[in-house]
């Protein structure tokens, strides 16, 4: 079975500042995805950025950044130039592409930018 | 309009009550899933469906039920309520495609006393 951990229960950081969240899973599986999805205080599950396992390219959107490391198993995000808006709960997720492909969710990381 | 839509978005009711929460989408997806949000252990999967009839458990499947008589229509059921069900009810879908990312409702608060 896979598992998503997430190590920050909380953060906070000034506005304008770059934080990274941690994000560590594990699987034997080969094909993936991973995602994180932000849920504000509105309760929305908002799809930040996804990454496939088999592309090596770190994925990216705009502010939103990914650090992957496979054999590591490891997937960081980096929000750059943080805004009062990413204010919001942070989830990492893993999603096999075989059975259920449903998402496996970590316990998440509570983001706070402060102005 | 929204693309994935649960009602209701809020709902107070009392032990051994049965609820149905109810999804509906805009999108075309044949996958459908049933998550429930807890404080401190993010969302756990209850049912998903595949098609038309298609139901299968996940992982917190027990005192619940769905029913997926439509493509659209993905609805959720608690026969006899007890309070450890209050949760927050996310309904999400996702086409086929692998690419394809999980496109979620805006949820329903349940409270069950």
């Known amino acids: 079975a896979q598992t998503v951990t997430q190590s920050q229960p909380e953060m906070s950081v000034q506005e304008a500042e770059t934080v990274t969240l941690s994000c560590t899973y594990d699987t034997s599986e080969n094909n993936y995805y991973l995602f994180w999805y932000k849920q504000p205080p509105s309760r929305q599950m908002i799809l930040v950025i996804r990454?496939?396992?088999?592309?090596?390219q770190n994925a990216t959107e705009n502010r939103f950044s990914v650090n992957f490391q496979k054999a590591a198993k490891s997937f960081s995000l980096k929000i750059s130039d943080s805004q009062l808006g990413d204010t919001a709960m942070y989830f990492c997720?893993?999603?096999?592409?075989?059975?259920?492909?449903?998402?496996?969710f970590g316990q998440g990381t509570r983001l706070t930018i402060n102005p | 309009d929204a693309d994935v839509t649960q009602t209701p978005r809020n709902r107070i009711t009392k032990t051994g009550k049965r609820i149905m929460l109810e999804c509906s989408q805009t999108?075309?997806?044949?996958?459908m899933y049933w998550y429930r949000q807890d404080p401190g252990l993010g969302l756990r999967l209850i049912y998903y469906s595949f098609d038309v009839k298609d139901i299968n458990k996940g992982e917190i499947s027990d005192g619940y039920s769905v029913s997926r008589q439509a493509q659209a229509k993905f609805s959720l059921s608690l026969e006899s309520a007890i309070p450890n069900q209050t949760a927050l009810y996310f309904c999400a879908t996702r086409g086929a495609g692998k690419n394809q990312p999980q496109h979620f409702g805006d949820g329903t608060r349940l409270s069950i006393l």
């Open positions: 997720a893993f999603m096999n592409l075989q059975g259920a492909q449903k998402l496996v």
């Open positions: 990454q496939e396992a088999y592309k090596q």
């Open positions: 999108k075309g997806h044949d996958r």
